[in-house]
């Protein structure tokens, strides 16, 4: 499935990439959930250093489902808020994303999970309040800037699943080395 450019593509698109990100966790075998991440040095992207287990993906996943989740409902209320809360923005949000790292370095795999569970049925429920034509028409909102309210939910939902899919298919195959 391509990137979803519907409400009902969308929707689909969340649902089945959770199930696919919660069917590969139950997958994992308990060397693969209590090894700790190490990835070839040539991966260039942050994010390759920075998560070092299981509980730093869901979190971050969580944290982003936090951030979606906030941005809506302020500029719901005609609070001015960009989606990315100050001072960072498009080319500093890696910055952002160590901080909500460190945050929950004390977060138990067990809550990190709950936790998710949580925000993707919150995230799901908000996307369901909106029409097609407000999820993915542009300028429908001014607060979503060029960009259609969809594609916020799209990469804080399937788009990212796919993500931390791919890193812990990455985890996997190191932990058969």
């Given at each position: 499935m391509g990137r979803p450019t519907s409400k009902n593509d969308l929707i689909n698109?969340?649902?089945?990439?959770?199930?696919?990100?919660?069917?590969?966790?139950?997958?994992?075998?308990?060397?693969?959930?209590?090894?700790?991440?190490?990835?070839?040095?040539?991966k260039k992207e942050a994010h390759w250093k920075r998560d070092k287990n299981l509980r730093d993906i869901l979190v971050h996943l969580y944290e982003w489902h936090q951030l979606l989740l906030q941005w809506v409902a302020s500029n719901q209320k005609g609070e001015d808020r960009p989606f990315l809360p100050e001072p960072y923005n498009w080319r500093t949000y890696g910055a952002m994303n160590i901080l909500l790292w460190e945050k929950h370095q004390k977060t138990s795999l067990e809550k990190a999970q709950k936790q998710l569970e949580q925000s993707h049925q919150e995230v799901m429920q908000l996307a369901e309040t909106f029409s097609n034509e407000e999820l993915f028409t542009k300028g429908v909102f001014p607060w979503t800037g060029n960009n259609a309210l969809g594609s916020y939910f799209v990469s804080t939902l399937?788009?990212?699943?796919?993500?931390?899919?791919?890193?812990?298919?990455?985890?996997?195959?190191?932990?058969?080395k």
């Open positions: 698109a969340a649902t089945e990439e959770y199930q696919k990100l919660n069917d590969f966790i139950a997958s994992m075998s308990e060397i693969e959930c209590n090894t700790p991440f190490q990835f070839d040095e040539t399937s788009s990212h699943y796919q993500w931390a899919i791919k890193k812990l298919k990455a985890h996997r195959k190191n932990c058969k």
